[in-house]
């Protein structure tokens, strides 16, 4: 039995529960962070899945995004859905949509309404969503996929992930997806050099072409909301720069790995993030100790919980926002320097001719060669 000694409950539940319900998937992604592709040596079962399907709805949050490696290769994904969102859960399910067929949607139709939505990962135009993801026609089945899951009367949106390999793309997509998709729901994130990005370091933003990004993501934010389709900057883009409110529809109010975000891995292992690959970062695996335990324990996801303006580094350590933006993204730091608190990318000292010190690209190849290759 849990003692005082041993837990301090949070006051809150996590606002979202993100779950890796396995790695296994059918691509090969070339930025992607998880390196996902066989499954895990010990994945839960189904039976344990469900159990913790009723740890995630006694937890009380609010929202579950299942998330991979590919969900819907889990055999038991329609279980997992129906259990989560039968128990009072909005319930998203993300997948690359290669796998949505037209029996895949009709299942899926059956959870239509509850706040039940489908995220399609779309990288830019045709060439360069194929050339990242590995696998040709991978774009098609994207859009066709995601079309599907729009005329089934389900929430659908998009995920794009932005390297040096597709940012010129973007403008194009927009297009696309307002004209062939009008997904309700457009999120905006960069590639982070962890996990399989690591390998291709070409993928790599430079500062300026962060910049980039996020006053793309402003423009497109005001363009594309008359439209019915709200655009969204991951947690990875920021922070408190002149836009940002323009940017988020907010101001950036620190990391909520641990805090409003949970992550579950598909052993079972608990992070405050699903994006933090770290293993030192692993706070107790729910076949061992429980969900709820491991969320309440006294001391857990000290990172964020506990966060001094101390911890910071580098240009976090003299920036004026330092104790509201908080480093910026924790994955996104541990990633490049190893430890949180340490934002690589920030909007903010690019504005104000403050490097902070992004992860090293090699040298390009030829532009012309790569603009070519790209199909642009």
């Known amino acids: 039995m849990r003692s005082a000694r041993d837990s301090l409950p949070h006051p809150l539940a996590p606002e979202v529960v993100g779950w890796e319900t396995t790695l296994r998937c059918n691509m090969r992604c070339r930025h992607c962070g998880s390196t996902a592709g066989d499954a895990r040596a010990e994945e839960l079962s189904a039976r344990e899945a469900q159990d913790l399907c009723r740890q995630i709805i006694e937890l009380g949050t609010r929202r579950a995004v299942l998330t991979g490696g590919e969900t819907l290769l889990r055999p038991d994904w329609e279980a997992i859905v129906e259990t989560l969102a039968g128990g009072g859960l909005q319930v998203g399910l993300l997948t690359n949509g290669w796998t949505l067929n037209a029996r895949v949607v009709r299942t899926l139709r059956k959870h239509a309404g509850g706040g039940f939505h489908v995220a399609v990962s779309i990288d830019g135009t045709r060439q360069a969503h194929d050339d990242i993801r590995s696998l040709p026609g991978s774009f098609d089945r ?5 079309q599907r899951i729009r005329d089934a009367g389900i929430p659908v949106a998009v995920i794009t992930t932005v390297s040096h ?6 403008p ?3 297009e696309i997806l307002l004209s062939e998709l009008a997904p309700y729901c457009w999120q905006v994130q960069i590639t982070t050099p962890f996990g399989r990005a690591r390998s291709h370091a070409d993928l790599n933003l430079t500062q300026l072409e962060y910049a980039q ?7 497109l934010r005001r363009e594309l909301r008359a439209s019915g389709t709200e655009i969204y900057p991951g947690d990875c883009l920021g922070y408190l720069s002149s836009i940002e409110e323009q940017m988020r529809g907010e101001r950036w109010q620190g990391c909520q790995a641990g805090i409003g975000l949970l992550g579950i891995q598909s052993n079972g292992n608990v992070k405050g993030c699903l994006s933090i690959i770290d293993d030192r970062y692993i706070e107790g695996n729910v076949l061992e100790e429980g969900l709820e335990r491991i ?3 006294r001391g857990a996801f000290a990172f964020t919980r506990q966060f001094r303006a ?3 580094k580098g240009a976090c350590r003299a920036c004026p926002e330092r104790r509201l933006c908080r480093g910026g993204c924790s994955a996104s730091s541990i990633s490049v320097h190893g430890n949180a608190g340490h934002a690589p990318y920030c909007l903010k000292a690019v504005e104000d001719a403050r490097p902070a010190h ?6 390009m190849r030829d532009r012309k060669k790569q603009q070519e290759k790209a199909g642009r």
Not at 165 to 170: E, Q, R, S, W
Not at 213 to 219: D, E, G, I, K, P
Not at 358 to 363: C, K, L, T, V
């Open 142 to 146: 994207a859009l066709q996929g995601a």
């Open 165 to 170: 390999a597709n940012l010129d793309t973007l």
């Open 172 to 174: 194009a997509l927009a």
């Open 213 to 219: 990004v996020a006053t793309l993501v402003a423009r």
């Open 295 to 297: 969320w309440n324990r």
């Open 310 to 312: 101390s911890q910071l």
């Open 358 to 363: 992004p992860p090293a690209r090699p040298q």
